[in-house]
């Protein structure tokens, strides 16, 4: 560790240029942990946190990691998908989900614009509005959210840590729809269990603000009503005039499967 | 036209090399053409058939579709996604369409590997064996051929043709499981209907042998029972003992429902 507090044995390249690199990562990583970590003491009933990390540090991931979720109570992290050309389950990435797991804190996956081949494969079609909305919102993102998953799965990774809990927003990201059709990677995939398995373990979903019963209904099937967390990706899809919480009466669940999906699943994920 | 019976005026690129690889693709297409309806002639109860066209060459494809049409008695034809490196609603492929719109002919949209780019980039993850059911069987054929569907529907040629009718077989490839994600494309989209509208003009649905009902409801939803065609993907995913026969008459459907999803859909689409 040098005098910045960054540990230069762990950078795979130790240039001076990637070591300025990772200053201002872990710099620009700490920054907004701190902020949300002073809003949620002002107000404790309000919010809650999911960590910042400077990915493509991996160890230094895992060390703000843990100054995250042991001083400054945040709840878990979030990861954006691919980091330059190293998708999640690149071997890099461990130390950030042995800390997780470790911690027993949860990796959001966040969607992110798939990589810049696969947009000009892919996603560009006509007019930049067009190709924008394809390879983001329309379907892009969520493809290359989905993807992610499936790639933690097969990398054998809630093998090694079965206690690893990862969330998937946009009820499970589209892949969660064709999971009878992965079952033929079963009979090739190597793993310990079938991956239906994984979905009912190391998966909790939630609905970012798409209320929709027929999304969630097929989701429920899949991983189970205990899995299930409600969100309304306020400012984004939200929208005024209480149609959040009427979803909430109205998607079909009751008693303890109702309030498990409004708050009581989240809360036994983190501890409260 | 030359003495191959190529008409060389509407080769993009009519090098000689050019010239060449469209004769050897047009023979290729013409004799599986040429044997199918040898077998349907021999017996035209059991089989029918679908044209295999030399789809690099649109405008012979337009001419080889007729042909296969008009004087073979064929029912339509198959498309396998991307070709080289264009999308099928690449404007060079427009003759393929105008034609099967004017014949009144479907276009089944068969899933291919996804582009090498794509592979490296998303479904490369540890074997061999692994990276080729992901990128195949495991969900990437599927995404590539739904996306396809999506690219034409972008592309405005349900527009342009609205008569003309597209076949997707899993149960709509991915990607129809998330339609109501991509709404967000109507914003943008500049088509004069929202997408919703298109997979219940131009869109006709069949499972691949997925003999799945939950699968089926929601296909059902989306383009209607009136566009459900009954397949068994034999000899793949079919199995012996009559499981397919059985889904049939478990699938949830009945009296006209049922009746058009096993044969009637398929026989009011293509002219019986």
């Known amino acids: 560790m040098d005098e910045t ?110 990589d810049p081949t696969m947009r000009k494969v892919s996603y560009s079609v006509f ?49 969660l729809f064709y999971v009878d059709r992965m079952k033929s990677l079963d009979q090739v995939s190597g793993l310990k269990h079938p991956i239906a398995h994984y979905l009912r373990r190391n998966l909790y979903v939630t609905g970012s603000g798409m209320n929709d019963p027929t999304y969630m209904a097929r989701v429920t099937e899949i991983v189970g009503a205990d899995r299930l967390l409600f969100s309304t990706d306020y400012p984004y899809q939200y929208k005024p005039g209480g149609e959040a919480r009427r979803f909430l009466n109205e998607c079909g669940l009751e008693g303890a499967e109702k309030s498990g999906f409004a708050s009581e699943n989240w809360l036994r994920l983190t501890g409260g």
């Open 5 to 114: 507090g960054l540990d230069v044995q762990v950078l795979s390249v130790t240039t001076p240029a990637m070591h300025d690199l990772g200053v201002v990562s872990i710099d620009v990583a700490r920054r907004p942990n701190d902020v949300a970590a002073a809003a949620i003491e002002r107000h404790p009933n309000r919010f809650q946190a999911l960590a910042t990390l400077p990915v493509a540090f991996p160890n230094e991931s895992a060390r703000e990691l843990e100054r995250c979720v042991k001083t400054l109570g945040i709840k878990g992290l979030m990861l954006c998908g691919r980091v330059g050309d190293r998708n999640l389950d690149d071997a890099s990435f461990a130390p950030i989900f042995e800390t997780a797991a470790a911690l027993g804190v949860p990796v959001l996956l966040h969607p992110r614009t798939p």
């Open 127 to 175: 007019s930049p509005e067009v190709d924008n909305t394809l390879a983001q919102y329309g379907l892009g993102w969520h493809y290359d959210a989905g993807m992610q998953f499936v790639r933690l799965v097969l990398s054998g990774i809630f093998d090694r840590l079965p206690n690893l809990q990862v969330i998937l927003g946009h009820w499970g990201e589209v892949v």
